[in-house]
Nanobody, 115 residues
């Protein structure tokens, strides 16, 4: 049974930082590309960042230079370090991966940036 459990969200002032974590189970974590998505209020879900099994990373243009995705294969955990947060970063953040033919999502963690 695949599970993705996010943590680390919260309320932060503009300019501040947060680090999100996503603990994975039920997959061979070292083989998987892991992704962070977010869904702002009233908007569609969007891809924020991804990291391959080999550690290659990609970012949405809106977060490049401010967010860093990383992974700890020993802990089956992927992280999203978010710096210089602004109001546009307010969203529910979701962890995502593919395993076999299926796509899996975590329950989401709320990030609210106050201006």
């Amino acid at each position: 049974q695949v599970q993705l459990v996010e943590s680390g969200g919260g309320l932060v002032q503009a300019g501040g930082s947060l680090r999100l974590s996503c603990a994975a189970s039920g997959i061979i974590f070292t083989l998987n590309t892991m992704r962070w998505y977010r869904q702002p209020p009233g908007k569609q879900r969007e891809l924020v960042a991804s990291i391959t099994s080999g550690g290659s990373t990609n970012y949405a243009g809106s977060v490049k230079g401010r967010f860093t995705i990383s992974r700890d294969n020993a802990k089956n955990t992927v992280y999203l370090q978010m710096n210089r947060l602004n109001a546009d970063d307010t969203a529910v953040y979701y962890c995502n991966t593919l395993w076999g033919w299926d796509e899996y999502w975590g329950q989401g963690t709320q990030v609210t940036v106050s201006s």
